[in-house]
């Protein structure tokens, strides 16, 4: 189809002969076209008229002039090229919104899939005539501004439907990604951080153009959707934010943070817990990526680390998995490491580190569910390294933890026993001193540990045999710290009831280690 054609159905003349080329100076202005095209997709009633007119619209960028398509009605460099941007945004809009996603009614429930049906049909002509007007950019409009205009809105629109959700099929993810891709090559962004992000060498030069980042234009696309009480309705928004946000890495997070702060915390707050992970994940993202003192700043991170305590009480393992690894980088932004003791201190006084320990032991004495069990043992080890020898104040709870947890099978991996064995070794290493009064309790259950595996015919041998190194390491921390006082008991061991196996262990533990 000849441009002059798409005019002709637009109802737009030209003030040149049918019978001479149609070039810029004889065009109607392209505001104007525009204009009639954006009516048109929006005058769109069924899914058959809109395929119609976004196929309609993607003919019309593949056949105009780029000088046309892209050049102000005049040389006034204000005004005009506002207008141009602003009748480019419309177009796009109205592309985008011919593959909106519907809304729920409510913020308590949930579309059912067959409400998706529709959208990956009209998606992927979205994105192909989207795909085309980049191509066109990158020739020729980057250099105005344009590019940098609509990239925003068409990188939401990509994101949205190149995530395995409902709304996407196998067609409609591959032209969202090759939407993507041109949307990178359009700009010459090297990849999805850099086109959020932007290039700071190639700011910090004073080039214009592509290389400046858009993440502060992607939340102006979705923050009015992420309000108090409008973001449960769409599906969508919460991944965007979440995908978006997880690119951007310091130092260009920081002056976002107070708009990305607010909707990270509605989303930890939510009493979903796949909504609540993913604001768990956001938050601790903005943790590792902002500076402590923006942190510390107006206490925010004392309602960060509110709002992360709380989810120590639940029962969702899913959800104290990402809280406990958040918590132990939040820590460090309140205060030093408990074994980082000024000189001029004559005591180490009790801090938010002993508090989360003391809460996570506790839970984990009386808790018998595995899956918690696996999350709890797993975190347990990198909290007492950070302790270090202030481990001493929780070592009653801890002992009666790792003799609860060491007799109990844990098969077929046996991640709680294993990572019980490394917070005990990581514990006799820090607090060797407070070890000689527990050696009688520690030694009986190392000993009926390395019977028990080794009689267990249900374990793997690497498992097995991974069990009992670490026990025999266990052993010979142990009996450093008790000035090699465990060595005759060993000797006592009745060996008629051990098998060989473990008499092999008990005679490696031999050498006495350094404390």
Same mark, same amino acid.
């Given at each position: 189809?000849?441009?002059?054609?798409?005019?002709?159905?637009?109802?737009?003349?030209?003030?040149?002969?049918s019978?001479?080329?149609?070039?810029?100076?004889f065009?109607p202005?392209?505001?104007e076209?525009? %204009?009639?095209?954006?009516?048109?997709l929006?005058?769109?009633?069924?899914?058959?008229?809109?395929?119609?007119?976004i196929g309609?619209?993607e003919?019309?960028?593949?056949?105009?002039?780029?000088?046309?398509?892209?050049?102000?009605v005049s040389?006034n460099?204000?005004?005009d090229?506002?207008?141009l941007?602003?009748?480019y945004?419309?177009?796009?809009?109205?592309?985008?919104?011919?593959?909106a996603?519907?809304?729920?009614?409510?913020?308590?429930?949930?579309l059912p899939?067959?409400?998706?049906?529709?959208?990956p %049909?009209?998606?992927?002509?979205v994105?192909?005539a989207?795909?085309?007007?980049?191509?066109?950019?990158?020739?020729?409009?980057?250099?105005s501004?344009?590019?940098?205009?609509?990239a925003?809105?068409?990188?939401?629109f990509?994101i949205?439907h190149?995530? =395995?959700?409902?709304w996407t099929?196998?067609?409609?993810?591959?032209?969202?990604?090759?939407l993507q891709?041109?949307?990178l090559?359009?700009?010459?962004?090297?990849?999805?951080?850099?086109?959020?992000?932007?290039?700071?060498?190639?700011?910090e030069?004073?080039h214009?153009g592509g290389h400046?980042g858009?993440?502060?234009?992607?939340?102006?696309?979705?923050?009015?959707?992420?309000?108090?009480?409008?973001?449960?309705?769409?599906e969508a928004v919460?991944?965007v934010f979440a995908?978006?946000?997880?690119?951007?890495?310091r130092?260009?997070?920081?002056?976002?943070?107070?708009?990305?702060?607010?909707?990270?915390?509605?989303?930890?707050?939510?009493?979903?817990?796949?909504?609540?992970?993913?604001g768990?994940?956001?938050?601790?993202?903005?943790?590792? =990526?902002?500076?402590a003192?923006?942190?510390?700043?107006?206490?925010?991170?004392?309602?960060l680390?509110?709002?992360?305590?709380?989810?120590?009480?639940?029962?969702?393992?899913?959800?104290?998995?990402p809280?406990?690894?958040c918590?132990l980088?939040?820590?460090?932004?309140?205060?030093k490491?408990?074994?980082?003791?000024a000189?001029?201190?004559s005591?180490?006084?009790?801090c938010?580190?002993?508090?989360?320990?003391?809460?996570?032991?506790?839970h984990?004495?009386?808790?018998?569910?595995?899956v918690?069990?696996?999350?709890?043992?797993?975190?347990?080890p990198?909290?007492?390294?950070?302790?270090?020898v202030?481990?001493?104040?929780h070592?009653r709870?801890?002992e009666?933890?790792v003799?609860g947890?060491?007799e109990?099978?844990?098969?077929?991996?046996?991640?709680?026993?294993?990572?019980?064995?490394?917070a005990?070794?990581?514990s006799?290493?820090?607090?060797?001193p407070?070890?000689?009064?527990?050696d009688?309790?520690?030694?009986?259950?190392l000993?009926?540990?390395l019977?028990?595996?080794s009689?267990?015919?249900?374990?793997?041998?690497?498992v097995?045999?991974?069990?009992?190194?670490?026990t025999?390491?266990?052993?010979r921390l142990?009996?450093?710290c008790?000035?090699? =006082?465990?060595?005759?008991?060993?000797?006592?061991v009745?060996?008629s009831?051990c098998?060989?196996?473990?008499?092999r262990?008990?005679a490696?533990?031999?050498?006495?280690t350094g404390?």
């Open positions: 189809m000849e441009i002059s054609s798409i005019l002709q159905d637009l109802h737009l003349s030209s003030s040149s002969s019978e001479k080329p149609l070039h810029s100076p065009l202005p392209i505001t076209v525009l %204009s009639r095209l954006q009516k048109k929006i005058g769109a009633s069924s899914d058959s008229e809109a395929i119609s007119a309609y619209v003919r019309f960028f593949q056949t105009a002039d780029p000088h046309w398509l892209f050049a102000p040389t460099q204000g005004d090229w506002a207008e941007k602003a009748a945004v419309s177009v796009v809009s109205a592309l985008i919104g011919c593959a996603l519907p809304l729920c009614e409510d913020d308590c429930s949930t899939a067959v409400a998706y049906q529709s959208i %049909s009209r998606a992927i002509p994105c192909s989207l795909t085309v007007l980049l191509g066109m950019l990158g020739n020729g409009g980057s250099q501004g344009l590019l940098l205009t609509v925003p809105p068409i990188c939401v990509a949205t190149f995530q =395995n959700q409902a099929n196998s067609s409609s993810r591959p032209a969202a990604q090759t891709e041109a949307l090559r359009a700009g010459g962004w090297r990849g999805s951080s850099d086109l959020l992000m932007g290039d700071r060498s190639q700011e030069e004073g214009e400046r858009i993440f502060g234009g992607v939340l102006d696309v979705l923050l009015p959707q992420m309000t108090k009480d409008s973001w449960l309705r769409c919460k991944l995908w978006t946000l997880l690119q951007v890495t130092p260009s997070l920081c002056p976002h943070l107070l708009r990305v702060l607010p909707p990270s915390l509605r989303l930890n707050d939510h009493y979903r817990p796949e909504n609540c992970i993913l768990v994940r956001c938050l601790h993202h903005i943790v590792l =990526n902002t500076p003192a923006d942190l510390r700043q107006f206490n925010r991170a004392e309602v680390y509110q709002a992360l305590f709380k989810h120590l009480y639940t029962t969702e393992a899913a959800v104290i998995q809280v406990l690894s918590l980088d939040l820590l460090l932004v309140f205060e490491p408990p074994t980082s003791r000189p001029s201190s005591r180490r006084k009790p938010r580190h002993d508090d989360v320990l003391r809460l996570v032991l506790t984990m004495e009386a808790e018998h569910k595995v918690l069990r696996h999350v709890y043992a797993s975190a347990l990198a909290y007492i390294d950070r302790m270090g202030a481990v001493c104040r070592l709870r801890l009666r933890v003799l947890y060491l109990v099978r844990d098969p077929p991996e046996e991640t709680s026993r294993l990572k019980i064995l490394d005990l070794q990581k006799i290493r820090a607090a060797w407070r070890m000689t009064c527990r009688d309790v520690l030694l009986r259950c000993l009926k540990l019977l028990d595996v009689s267990d015919s249900g374990l793997a041998d690497p097995k045999q991974e069990l009992m190194d670490q025999v390491v266990c052993l142990l009996d450093s008790c000035h090699g =006082n465990l060595q005759p008991l060993l000797q006592q009745d060996s009831c098998s060989p196996e473990v008499l262990c008990l490696t533990v031999k050498v006495r404390r």
